[in-house]
């Protein structure tokens, strides 16, 4: 088992930025990849950023792509998402998962991912 927990939500205005943490505890050798989600009100969870455990490859959605930046602390078993340039279409519970690296095509398919965080609530004000 693996366990996810996020922090670092909040409300923010629009141009601000937030940095979202999510502390992996439990049989983390099994993670190969560490991927986070979002899921906004009236909206299904959509694809946000992954990055491998093994060479910290970056992959990023196109709408987040130059605003947000994924990093981890393998020492701290911790994964991060620097939120810059926030819009209120970014308003959404974010959620961190993990799973196994099958290849970059299969990195926004939640299916990849076997294990998630109760997520954490982000909402940007106009």
């Known amino acids: 088992q693996v366990q996810l927990v996020e922090s670092g939500g909040g409300s923010v205005q629009a141009g601000g930025s937030l940095r979202l943490s999510c502390a992996v505890s439990g049989r983390t050798f099994s993670m190969h990849v560490m991927g986070w989600f979002r899921q906004a009100p009236g909206k299904e969870r959509e694809f946000v950023a992954a990055?491998?455990?093994?060479?910290?490859?970056?992959y990023y959605a196109d709408s987040v792509k130059g605003r947000c930046t994924i990093s981890r602390d393998n020492a701290k078993k911790t994964v991060f998402l620097q939120m810059n340039s926030l819009k209120p279409e970014d308003t959404a519970v974010y959620y961190c998962a993990s799973g196994i690296y099958r290849g970059s095509s299969w990195l926004p398919q939640g299916g990849t991912y076997a294990y998630w965080g109760q997520g954490t609530r982000v909402t940007v004000s106009a």
């Open positions: 990055i491998t455990w093994s060479d910290d490859s970056t």
